[in-house]
């Protein structure tokens, strides 16, 4: 494009609609950007620069109203277009049959149901960081909660696709649902898999409205912004296209305003909104943890081995948490560098925590390998310990043996760095050990499904799963979807909760300023 | 029980008032300010404020919402239901298999949870908008410029004309002496 005059930026961020200009922080050794302080006496901030409440507005509503960078149409086009591949592959299977998948006689789930699961893991970071880290009252939730909501919508619109299409005639579907129908017939509620269908369906459409509730004050704030220039300016600003006379900001106060419900930040509506808030937390931490038990129920609750286990709930629960929180990093520290004064949003302190709970979630889940171990061998059922050495450990025996290894590596092995100060806040190493989490989750899921599938009680029945380009394609093509959602939520949407990180900030309390602060008041 | 006339306040223009708006600096401005409004017996008012401030539903003396109180009975209303559901369901098409009984507790209990959550989680929303009156896209308040910029950094108290108490003369001096930087009447 053209150059921009350094006046044009100034005018700009006069109007509204700038960025404010980098904050100059000094690099310190200790602290990093300054929010690394280990001394308990002091508070690590939570907003780095400076920030008021306005230069909080600007900067995150900045990223909703201005051009992101050029990166950003090129990432879009990319990720567009393996959506478009997952819509290709999915109207080929609907056509075709399930037969253009790679699955067998013996491996009727693979791939199929090891996204499906991947997938769904994922999608439980941002229920964890809305509900359980917001009853634990971690004030450092507030700069992350936003985009990890978001990835949890996309990612269960990813996983929910997959129990859809892998029925075979997915336009009988519908008959998972107890809908009325003329043959009389309803589902069978004592089968775990209609047990998912409604943990699934009810965890995406909570998350939705959590989401949703959360954006309501932030839209509103959008609203208004676009509402003050078009005031100061009814007929200038930027025009939708060239040959429109459709001003940006009549769309924008149009389509925020419609998602905003007339907010109007009254204290009589913060305190329902608040108390809901509450409450949606309060019941999204017991949803969050059924749901991954849910998912594993449809393999525990069966008499495969290696599938046949009371540890899988718990089990599933920690790796979903572990995937998850990797996802989220793997999302957040790219657009950290990418966007605009983000870095004094999410700070090397948010990225230190996140990296303690994958540590932590990491070996919770290396403690669940060694125990489906230990039970194998100490259970005394031959089937089962045959499934853990021959199927996947022993490589001179298990065909999937590189399988069971790279996730036991990935997962395991790689989040060990972060015994290391260093590691854990250093951008870089975080970002690589996230991308060998969510590979190593995968192969987790692979590793359960596929090596208990593939050889079962009879040698007749062994056999080996090869997926096709169809299987190969499909779930490339379900990451597109779930990159082109998340860059229109980058572009579009509020991807910091505002109201949320103004309410952390110092200057934020009634007593600020007070000198020793009250003794009035709850929030004291 | 007659009442006394309502009275009607109009500006110099002629439009009918909505109510006073007063803008404070701070969050703590704004705390003291409630707490004075509060104790001079004001009903219909309001703070407006970018983010709920702690404590402020003291200052303003506002009676703790029965929100909870709705999303609870509809919370289990919904887990009845859904036991209800599955158990009615499976003697209307009773299937045999997995040498499981048609009913028994245990095998509903997924089920009963998901959809007391899922109506929970619904009452929550529409709940809380319902208590608070909205969606409602346009309010007095709302063409004042002064007042938009609360969803930034602005902090708002606005006593409305319709409180007995309003008084132009007397609303406006308590309001100064509450260290308001800025006041301005709302037309409706």
Same mark, same amino acid.
């Given at each position: 494009?053209t150059?921009?005059?350094p006046?044009?930026l100034?005018?700009?961020?006069l ?18 950007d ?10 690590a901030p ?8 306005h ?11 201005n051009?992101?960078?050029?990166w ?5 086009a ?8 997952a ?39 941002g ?6 880290l917001?009853?634990? &009252? ?10 990890a ?62 989401? =949703? ?29 060239p ?21 109007r930040?009254?204290?009589?509506h913060?305190?329902n909104?608040?108390?809901? =808030?509450?409450i ?9 943890l ?88 100490y ?10 050495i ?9 065909? =999937? ?19 290391? &100060? ?27 499904i ?6 079962? =009680? ?18 490339v ?10 860059l ?13 990180? &103004?309410n ?13 602060g ?7 | ?10 500006t ?28 001079? %017996? ?17 200052a303003m003396?506002?009676p ?17 239901? %859904? ?10 098409y ?20 998901e959809?007391?959550?899922l ?5 929550? /929303? ?7 009156? /909205?969606p ?8 004042k410029e ?32 509450? %260290? ?9």
């Open positions: 494009m150059t921009i005059h006046d044009q100034a005018a700009a961020r109007m509204g609609m700038g960025q404010p200009p980098e904050s100059a922080r000094a690099w310190d050794p200790v602290t990093g300054g929010s690394l302080v280990d001394d308990p006496g002091a508070r939570l907003v780095l620069g400076g920030r008021s409440f230069d909080v507005t600007n900067i995150v509503c900045g990223y909703a109203e051009k992101p960078g050029k950003w149409v090129p990432a879009f990319v990720a567009s277009s393996l959506a478009g591949v819509t290709v592959m999915i109207l080929y299977l609907i056509i075709t049959g399930v037969g253009t998948w790679g699955l067998n006689n013996q491996v009727g789930w693979a791939w199929d149901i090891t996204n499906f699961v991947f997938w769904i893991g994922i999608g439980h970071a229920t964890l960081i809305s509900a359980i917001c009853l634990l &009252k971690q004030k450092w939730r507030t700069s992350i909660n936003r985009a909501e978001a990835m949890t919508i996309f990612a269960v619109i990813c996983a929910a696709t997959y129990p859809g299409i892998h029925v075979g005639r997915a336009w009988f579907a519908w008959m998972m649902f107890p809908l009325p129908n003329s043959n009389a017939i309803w589902p069978n509620f004592r089968s775990p898999l209609l047990w998912d269908l409604f943990a699934v369906s009810t965890y995406g459409l909570v998350s939705l409205m959590f989401w =949703y509730m959360g954006m309501i004050p932030d839209f509103a704030t959008l609203r208004d912004r676009a509402a003050l220039r078009l005031m100061k300016n009814p007929s200038g600003g930027q025009r939708v296209a040959f429109l006379s459709l001003r940006a900001d009549q769309v924008r106060a149009f389509v925020y305003g419609l998602l905003a419900l007339g907010w930040f009254s204290q009589r913060w305190q909104y608040e108390k809901a =808030y509450l949606l937390a309060g019941i999204s931490t017991p949803l969050v059924s749901v991954h038990s849910i998912v594993s129920f449809d393999f525990a609750t069966s008499v495969l081995p290696g599938w046949h286990t009371t540890i899988f709930p718990p089990y599933f629960v920690a790796g979903a948490i572990f995937g998850g929180f990797a996802m989220v990093m793997l999302l957040m520290i790219p657009a950290r560098e990418l966007f605009a004064n983000m870095k004094d949003l999410i700070t090397l302190r948010h990225l230190e925590n996140m990296s303690k709970i994958l540590l932590v979630t990491g070996m919770m889940v290396g403690f669940a390998y060694a125990m489906e171990f230990f039970i194998a061998w259970g005394g059922n031959p089937y089962e310990w045959w499934v853990f021959n199927n996947r450990a022993n490589p001179a025996k298990a065909p =999937y043996w590189w399988a069971y290894w790279t996730m036991i590596l990935c997962n395991v092995v790689s989040p060990q760095v972060f015994w290391v &100060k260093a590691c854990r806040t250093n951008p870089l190493v975080i970002w690589l050990v996230c991308l060998a989490v969510t590979v190593g989750m995968w192969f987790e899921r692979f590793v359960i596929v090596t208990s599938l593939h050889r079962a =009680y009879l040698p007749g029945e062994w056999g080996m799963f090869y997926p096709t380009p169809v299987d190969i394609l499909t779930f093509g379900t990451i597109g979807i779930f990159t082109t959602l998340f229109l939520f980058l572009r579009f949407l509020p991807v910091f909760a505002m109201s949320e990180i &103004k952390v900030l110092p200057e934020a309390s009634p007593h600020h300023g007070h000198g020793s009250g003794g009035h008041g709850r929030g004291a | 029980m007659a009442r006394a006339q309502k009275k009607i306040y109009k110099e223009t002629g439009e009918r008032v909505h109510g006073m708006m007063a803008e404070f600096a701070t969050p703590a401005d704004l705390y003291h300010a409630a707490e004075k409004v509060r104790d001079a %017996g004001y009903r219909h008012w309001d703070v407006y404020s970018p983010f709920p401030v702690h404590g402020m539903d003291e003396g506002n703790p919402t029965k929100l909870p109180l709705l999303v609870g009975f509809m919370g289990l209303s919904g887990a009845g239901l %859904g036991y209800l559901m599955q158990w009615w369901m499976n003697l209307d009773p299937m045999v298999t997995q040498g499981k009984p048609y009913v028994a507790w245990q095998q509903f209990v997924p089920i009963t949870f959809v007391g959550v109506l929970t989680a619904f009452t929550t /929303l529409v709940g809380m908008l319902a208590f608070n009156r /909205l409602m896209w346009h309010h007095p308040l709302m063409k002064r007042f938009l910029r609360v969803s930034d950094d602005r902090f708002v108290i606005c006593v409305e004309a319709r409180d007995p108490k309003f008084d132009p003369a007397a609303t406006r001096a308590l309001l100064e002496k509450a %260290g308001a930087t800025a006041i301005d009447l709302v037309e409706e």
